[in-house]
């Protein structure tokens, strides 16, 4: 199979070559299935492709499990939380 000429490795989830019954669901309704916080893709690139969605890492929370089973000890709750941006974190530092 040649290599596509684009820099896409996904399209709502699925590969590029994926005409799957969910994949053509996904990408004709906008559908993100990486647990975004509505059903529908919140990315507005479509002058300037992503290659990959950021919001992927999401997906059935693989990343984050393995951050905590790396940084906690086992048995520990842990949960997730979006970006926090703030402006003065010095306090953090006392």
Known sequence: MAKPNHPLNEVFGF???????????????RLCPFNNRVPNCTKDRANDPLGVCPIRFRQDWLVAEDAASFFFPEGTAWTMTELVIGRDLSWLRA
């Open 15 to 29: 590969p590029p070559s994926d005409f799957s019954p969910a994949a053509q669901r996904h990408r004709q309704h």
